[in-house]
């Protein structure tokens, strides 16, 4: 049974029109990590929850925010999605134990801007 | 600074043979994970094996190695028996918790080709 859930798995918007994406944990995980992956490069880093405390990549650009209105659920608002927004966006959870654990991952939603 | 190091971009592997994917990683924490994962083309991040940083023991799952050298700040993943299915892309990731700061990095990866 899937742990990470993300929808939806393609998502295809218009330039400029703000797009949501969401993720769905039943890990009862208190860690929520959000990716963007372009092609043949590694996931690069947006944001974390760590319960409700956010942190921002100082390199994620002000078009990209985030909510987390309880332990399951996490959004990622692209609030006018350019060309360059077209990747893989990956959302991954995981315990708090003193970065000795996995994390589980999504299997993503592959977004296309129009 | 880059904080995972993976210095093979690709690599070409007989089938059966045995296979190691480098990693070198920087950190002044002293505890800290690593890990593997692969991801085949479908995009999905498969998790292979982790390794603590207070371990001793080389962590092992299945037909996955992890040779953890901390003096050298390396972590070597080592795949023996390669088969067909081990083509992917491979990643190498490090977790540090730093007051409640808890991230997980990623290496650029190396594309492991395994020919029949």
């Known amino acids: 049974d899937a742990m990470v859930i993300q929808n939806p798995r393609y998502q295809v918007t218009q330039f400029g029109k703000p797009v949501t994406l969401s993720c769905s944990q039943t890990?009862?995980?208190?860690?929520m990590y959000w990716y963007q992956q372009k092609s043949s490069q590694a996931p690069k880093l947006l944001f974390h929850?760590?319960?409700?405390?956010?942190?921002n990549e100082a390199d994620t650009p002000d078009n990209f925010q985030s909510r987390r209105p309880n332990t399951s659920f996490c959004f990622l608002d692209i609030r006018s999605p350019g060309l360059g927004d077209a990747a893989m966006y990956l959302c991954?959870?995981?315990?708090?134990?003193?970065?000795?654990?996995?994390?589980?991952f999504g299997q993503g939603t592959r977004l296309t801007v129009v | 600074a880059q904080k995972i190091t993976q210095t093979q971009p690709g690599m070409f592997v007989q089938e059966k043979e045995a296979v190691t994917l480098d990693c070198t990683y920087d950190?002044?924490?002293?505890?800290?994970?690593l890990f593997w994962y692969k991801q085949p083309s479908s995009g999905e991040m498969i998790f292979l094996i982790y390794?603590?940083?207070?371990?001793?023991q080389n962590a092992t799952e299945g037909r996955y190695s992890l040779n953890f050298q901390k003096a050298r700040k390396s972590a070597n993943l080592v795949i023996s028996a390669s088969q067909l299915g081990d083509s992917a892309m491979y990643f190498c990731?490090?977790?540090?918790?730093?007051?409640?700061?808890?991230?997980?990095?990623f290496g650029k990866g190396t594309r492991l080709h395994i020919l029949p």
């Open positions: 890990l009862n995980h208190n860690v």
């Open positions: 991954a959870t995981s315990r708090d134990m003193g970065g000795l654990t996995e994390a589980f």
């Open positions: 990731a490090m977790r540090e918790d730093v007051n409640r700061d808890d991230k997980i990095i």
């Open positions: 950190t002044s924490d002293q505890s800290y994970g």
């Open positions: 390794q603590g940083s207070y371990d001793e």
């Open positions: 929850y760590y319960d409700k405390d956010f942190n």
